[in-house]
């Protein structure tokens, strides 16, 4: 007899009578024991089938097995601890082929017994198995809870794309364990990328179409599903539209009586289609023939008739234009030769030479006028947005030369008044079918060489023309607009999103003799670590192209970007459409939103509606939904917040808590409202808002107090307070804090800027040139804290004329000229004091 062995069982000891020829173990008749023959006692046990993982579906328990041979016995342990004997279901059997003994073990496992650890640790399980030889553990099996959400973390979007081009439709599934497989289906129907090879689904879950054709139009859903459910998220339509197209011309027809011939094409390679443009350009093109080309319809003595008739007509056309040019320059000597007509612009927006014909008078559109008494003449909306009378004290000095005795007066190109007619105009040229007939958001101006400035009013959009961007002699007529986002189809791929108003400035094509300075707002958090900033432009075809990645500007780049807190300034030395692109490189980056919150200004029902407006952070949003709101008769409740919204793929939230229930009540059926985020991202969406509808007990309630609650899930988040009377309206749409600019849309010449011309000329000949002590142009940027983009002055043939333009286009509102004459006394040129005046002419 040997010595006896506990057997490892938790708190049940079994003890083993161990002997050459086997193995006993005492104890319960469900011990998971056997004997093995003496042939196999040195034989260590492996396993036939060792545990898997497994999920729990809803309430449903799951089945471990574990087989092992040869063995005496096994155990599960779940989690560190053994799991009770009397929980195991044992089966032994024989191998046939070894004539080994099989045992098999199983136990079940319950969500209740999941859920006790749950948010702990993983609930884990492993069986071990031992023979005489020694112990063997088989690997962890995993059990978790299978579920899976009902809310997609991203959901396809609506997209109107043309035709062969690629379509990505993104799709972030819920949260699930396991986590769900995805399929794609249009108009009900599953997409197989195996039998149809134009569609293919990353990795990411992402539906691809590389070549969009028009049976792709559709509505396509994405799918999401696991063990536990099967989840649809919101259908997106996909339109391929298809662009006009023309066929060749046909064959030129004969000669007519008219002594002329035409041919034709259509448009048809191919007809625009769902929404599609329709083919830009003539359809019909006329020709004269040659004379001999023309049908002879006269001969003989009716050719005579004929010829003598001809010269009759040409002696009287001969006369008559003789009369007119007599009559003409009559009148033109008592006209004054120096006054431009902005009329001779109007036929394709061509710059044109200004040729006096009085020598005499041919110095007053180059010569600058005498700034102790100077005047201007502006005609239709250009006016001066300074005192014309104020007088600027200066010193003799190097800096500044004497000024010529007298006065100019300067007269600027006349100004169409009506802007809804210049709108059409331009919308009549082949280059500007596009344009917006948005009068409210559009602004004009006549320009020379002296320069300029256009602004859009409460949209921090405005354009700056430097003087001598316009070369002498021309004379341009020049827009400003803001563009509407469903007016044009700006592609936004991946993590791309709309920063910036999309602003056009023309005509395009225009010669310049330096960058003009564009600025509007701008909606990123302004840190260029987390973005990829992008200029984009659109070219005459309508499509969109890279111009410029911020941070990786080249000094031979006609483009150049400024990007500040909330606003950012671009040179350029072309006009066109604009519009700045952000793709962030990681989730911490973040777009500012504004929250504003509107309600009915009178309401004499028992139900009262808050409007939250999530919107971009810039000031043209802002304008467009203040001007909405005035005219469904909304007024302000409170004061806009700002929220940082993150590209995390979470969706922002909004409630509504704290009313007064013996008052009010809330008529959502939900704790919550939610906005998808890709809505948000995309940066498209005009007018994006919630609804919380109210419901008073009584008419005679008329105070509200309640909390109310916005937040990106996972993310930053707002609350309002509100108290107020709904019954009187206290605040107008037009708050306190949305300040009216009262400016005007177009400035030209000197009334334009903050410094003087010749001032202007005097300082840039100063700081020009490279000083040893650095006393120029460099240090004057240092200053004025520009010192950033050094590289992109030095590139200009005149450095402080880029500075001084850029700081004329930050600081058009808030400039303080005193402020820039320290400056100047600061880098040593004492002649800075030229710039002092009065407070009260400043």
Not at 73 to 91: A, P, R, T
Not at 324 to 344: N, Q
Not at 776 to 784: H, K, T
């Amino acid at each position: 007899m040997g010595p006896f062995v506990r057997c490892p069982l938790g708190e049940t000891l079994l003890v083993l009578w161990l002997s050459f020829a086997g193995v006993t173990c005492t104890g319960s008749e469900h011990a998971a024991t056997a004997t093995l023959p003496a042939a196999f006692s040195d034989l260590l046990p492996h396993f036939l089938v060792e545990p898997g993982d497994e999920y729990i579906v809803k309430n449903k328990p799951v089945t471990l097995t574990c087989r092992s041979t040869p063995a005496t016995q096994i155990y599960f342990k779940c989690n560190g601890e053994w799991v009770h004997q009397d929980d195991h279901l044992i089966e032994r059997t024989v191998d046939p082929a070894t004539a080994l003994p099989v045992m098999q073990v199983t136990i079940e496992i319950t969500r209740q017994q999941v859920e006790k650890i749950f948010g702990l640790d993983e609930y884990w399980c492993q069986c071990v198995a031992w023979s005489t030889t020694g112990t063997q553990k088989s690997q962890k099996a995993y059990i978790r809870i299978a579920y899976l959400r009902k809310n997609f973390e991203e959901e396809p979007q609506a997209k109107e794309v043309a035709l062969d081009q690629e379509v990505v439709l993104r799709c972030h599934p819920p949260e699930g364990v396991p986590p769900a497989e995805v399929e794609w289906q249009r108009n009900e129907d599953i997409i197989d990328p195996q039998s149809d090879t134009n569609f293919f689904i990353t990795a990411d879950h992402n539906l691809v179409i590389k070549k969009a054709r028009l049976a792709d139009t559709g509505n396509y859903t994405c799918v999401a599903k696991n063990i536990v459910a099967r989840r649809k998220s919101n259908s997106a339509t996909v339109l391929i539209y298809v662009d006009g197209g023309w066929s060749e011309w046909s064959k030129w027809s004969p000669c007519g009586a008219d002594c002329s011939m035409w041919r034709s094409r259509e448009c048809t390679q191919p007809s625009p289609g769902t929404g599609g443009k329709d083919c830009q350009g003539l359809d019909l093109q006329s020709l004269n023939c040659t004379s001999e080309q023309c049908p002879q319809t006269v001969s003989g003595a009716e050719d005579v008739a004929l010829y003598v008739g001809m010269v009759a007509v040409a002696l009287c056309l001969t006369l008559l234009l003789i009369t007119v040019v007599l009559v003409y320059r009559r009148k033109k000597a008592g006209l004054d030769a120096d006054v431009a007509d902005s009329s001779i612009l109007t036929t394709g927006f061509q710059p044109m030479g200004i040729k006096p014909s009085k020598p005499e008078n041919s110095h007053l559109l180059t010569i600058q006028p005498d700034l102790t008494t100077t005047t201007t003449s502006y005609q239709g909306t250009l006016r001066s947005r300074h005192d014309t009378t104020a007088k600027f004290s200066m010193t003799n000095g190097p800096l500044l030369d004497p000024l010529p005795k007298g006065s100019h007066t300067l007269h600027n190109g006349k100004l169409n008044s009506d802007a809804s007619e210049f709108v059409s105009r331009l919308s009549a040229q082949s280059y500007f079918k596009t344009l917006p007939r948005d009068v409210a958001n559009t602004s004009y101006g006549t320009f020379n060489f002296l320069g300029g400035r256009l602004t859009i009013p409460n949209t921090g959009i405005s354009l700056l023309i430097p003087p001598e961007a316009i070369p002498r002699g021309k004379i341009y007529e020049i827009y400003l607009t803001v563009q509407k986002k469903e007016d044009l189809r700006l592609p936004l791929a991946g993590c791309q999103t709309l920063l910036s108003p999309v602003v056009s400035c023309g005509p395009p094509g225009v010669v310049l003799s330096r960058p003009i300075i564009l600025s509007m707002d701008h909606c990123s958090d302004a840190c260029l670590d987390n973005w990829a900033v992008r200029l984009k432009k659109q070219n005459y075809e309508g499509a969109w192209e890279d111009v410029l990645l911020m941070g990786e500007e080249l000094a031979s780049d006609p483009y150049y970007c400024q990007l500040e807190a909330e606003t950012c300034q671009l040179f350029s030395e072309q006009l066109g459409t604009f519009a700045l692109v952000g793709e962030s490189l990681h989730m911490g980056a973040a777009k500012r939103l504004r929250l504003v919150l509107f309600s009915d200004a009178y309401c004499s029902t028992l139900e009262y509606n808050i409007r939250v407006y999530c919107m971009d952070d810039t000031q043209d949003v802002l304008k467009e939904v203040m001007q909405m709101e005035r005219q469904l008769g909304g007024r302000l409740i409170d004061e806009p917040h700002v929220l940082l919204f993150k590209d995390s793929y979470h969706n922002l939230r909004l409630s509504i808590h704290d009313m007064p229930q013996a008052h009010w009540r809330s008529k959502l059926l939900a704790g919550y409202q939610e906005i998808p985020f890709y809505h948000i991202w995309n940066g498209s969406q005009r007018y994006l808002h919630c609804t919380f509808t109210l419901e008073r007990l009584s008419l005679a309630t008329c105070e509200l107090t309640c909390q109310l609650c916005v937040w990106q899930v996972e993310g930053e988040g707002q609350s309002f307070s509100l108290d107020f009377n709904i019954t009187k309206d206290t605040r107008a749409v037009d708050s306190e804090f949305l300040l009216m600019d009262s400016n005007a849309t177009a400035l030209a010449g000197p009334s334009a800027f903050q410094i003087p011309y010749l001032i202007r000329q005097k300082i840039c000949s100063s700081l020009d040139a490279p000083c040893p002590n650095g006393a120029d142009w460099r240090m004057l940027a240092q200053r004025l804290k520009l010192e950033r983009h050094m590289s992109f002055f030095a590139s200009k043939s005149s450095p402080t004329s880029a500075i001084l333009d850029l700081w004329e286009a930050l600081h058009f509102h808030s400039g303080n000229i005193n402020q820039l004459a320290a400056v100047m006394a600061d880098i040593g040129k004492q002649e800075a004091m030229i710039f002092l005046v009065s407070d009260g002419e400043c």
